[in-house]
Nanobody, 117 residues
């Protein structure tokens, strides 16, 4: 079983930056694919960033050019660097982890990002 914890959210002004972390422990191998999702009240969870097991990244159009994804396989950690944040980036950010070696998947608990003056 894999346990996933997302952290790094907070309150930031428009134009500011935050870095979210997603850490997996338990049944983990360092060989993983992982995604970031964002959810706002009343709307479906939106996939905004995807990293495959080779480290290749795809970003949603809404965050392209402002968000980047990186990872540290030794630490079983994925990062979401968010820059030039906009009010519409506010939401609860979740990571979804898939350990390729063990076939174990899990959602993190979500971390709140609020972009406001």
């Amino acid at each position: 079983q894999v346990q996933v914890v997302a952290s790094g959210g907070g309150l930031v002004q428009p134009g500011g930056s935050l870095r979210l972390s997603c850490v997996a422990t338990g049944t983990v191998s360092g060989h993983f694919a992982a995604d970031w999702y964002r959810q706002v009240p009343g709307k479906a969870r939106e996939e905004i960033a995807m990293m495959d097991s080779g480290g290749n990244v795809a970003l949603a159009d809404s965050v392209q050019g402002r968000f980047t994804v990186s990872r540290d396989t030794a630490k079983n950690t994925m990062y979401l660097q968010m820059m030039n944040l906009k009010v519409e980036d506010s939401g609860l950010y979740y990571c979804y982890w898939n350990d390729i070696t063990y076939g174990a998947s899990q959602w993190g608990q979500g971390t709140q990002v609020t972009v406001s003056y």
